[in-house]
């Protein structure tokens, strides 16, 4: 039976929407529960934080191309396949990880996820739109950061304190992914089909092009705090708190992406402007706060900066899928949706890329100092250019 063919339209939605989120929340969640483990992988295949960030990094570099091919074929050809498509990238994925023997089988899982993220972001997002067009910007960031969140904390506990923490994190992942795969499948796909495809860089309309950078900057620097957590936080605070428990590392992600979900709900009684502003005024106030807990070696003050990192991280990146979900043509949404992915993601790869550079280079605890204080120079000159301006759309 397909979803819509009942007399409800709005139970229709309701149910359409609640699975595409369990999708992206189940997607995003299988994709990072691998964050708190790479310190186990690290002592397994004797490899440092240069190669941590290098595997975090080589998903990025898949899924650029893959949200570029994707959003294109989305927009003619219909969401559905490509989600399928990413389903199937990502079960693979989680298979190289599940029989890796050695670091690259980590780097051609890491490699399949980025391929799967970036079939499944922008054309998923498309069909929520179409679905709860109104709420459908709020929907995408409370599945993908609470996916994102909670994937840590089950990869940290079950590899903690369960069997096998190298392979049954991967079997239940397996399990998260598939459930809302199959529910999909009798999903109606209500976008506008056009079968002639043409491949082109995605374009942005001139009328609107400065809202859309001046939106994808703020999100990048919320995203680029993010993958510091996601890739290297949970190894720093394995050494600040003298603790060997795979568990915190990921408690403390999950501390942080949890808060980021509630202040995106928050965000929705703010204007987009105060919202993008707030964003960024606390993400440069935890990176403060980050860099002290460095300098006097506490793990308390380090907790303090992860709050404050997820107020800033929820206010920002929902506050920038709004402004780009209401300056998206209907016709481009998903042209809209993989550039913006295209630029959220850049913050999550090449920063923390650059800070495993920084490691190698200066150490760690002078690599995250540099990374800290570009960023606050960033997170202020964006709230700056937000503030200033004057949002036509609301």
């Known amino acids: 039976m397909e979803y819509g063919n009942n007399n ?42 240069f ?31 490509p989600v399928g498509i990413g389903v199937i990238m990502e079960l693979i994925g ?25 079939a499944i972001a922008g054309p998923a997002s498309a069909l929520l739109f179409h679905y709860h067009r ?13 996916g994102t969140a909670t994937g840590p904390l089950i990869g940290g506990i079950m590899a903690q304190y369960l069997p096998y923490p190298l392979r049954l994190v991967y079997l239940v992942s397996i399990i998260l992914v598939l459930i809302p795969a199959l529910a999909m499948y009798p999903l109606k796909d209500t976008s506008t089909k ?29 995203w680029s705090i993010t993958a510091f957590f996601m890739s290297l936080a949970p190894v720093y605070i394995i050494k600040l ?9 990921g408690i403390i992600v999950f501390l942080m992406l949890g808060i980021a979900s509630i202040f995106q709900i928050i965000s929705l009684k703010l204007k987009i402007k105060n919202s993008m502003f707030s964003g960024m005024v606390f993400i440069a106030f935890a990176i403060v706060f980050i860099l002290i807990s460095i300098m006097r070696n506490s793990l308390y003050v380090f907790i303090i900066g992860t709050i404050l990192a997820g107020m800033g991280q929820g206010f920002a990146f929902t506050g920038a899928t709004r402004e780009i979900k ?25 920063p923390v890329i650059l800070l495993g550079l920084l490691d190698r280079i200066t150490g760690l605890f002078y690599g995250i100092l540099y990374y800290g204080i570009a960023f606050i120079v960033l997170s202020i000159v964006m709230g700056f250019l937000v503030i200033r301006d004057d949002f036509k759309y609301y």
């Open 8 to 49: 409800s339209e709005r139970r229709w939605i309701n149910a359409g929407s609640a699975i595409i989120v369990l999708l992206l929340f189940s997607i995003m969640a299988a994709s990072n529960v691998t964050a708190p483990i790479y310190d186990l992988y690290a002592i397994r295949y004797h490899f440092g934080p």
């Open 194 to 222: 056009n079968y002639v495809l043409k491949l082109h860089f995605p374009s942005i309309d001139r009328n609107v092009i400065r809202m859309f950078l001046l939106s994808s900057f703020v999100a990048f620097v919320a």
């Open 94 to 118: 989680l298979l190289s990880f599940l029989f890796a023997r050695n670091v690259y089988m980590l780097f051609l899982g890491r490699a399949f996820m980025g391929l799967a993220s970036g």
């Open 134 to 146: 109104k709420a459908g910007a709020v929907l995408t960031s409370i599945g993908t950061s609470a």
């Open 326 to 350: 209401d300056i998206s043509p209907p016709e481009k949404t998903g042209d809209m949706l993989a550039n913006y992915y295209i630029i959220i993601y850049m913050g999550v790869g090449f």
């Open 241 to 249: 708190s003298g603790v060997n428990n795979i568990a915190i590392g």
């Open 51 to 81: 190669i941590i960030t290098d595997i975090f990094g080589i998903y990025v570099l898949m899924l650029i191309p893959s949200l570029l091919f994707w959003g294109q074929y989305s927009d003619r050809h219909g969401r559905k396949f």
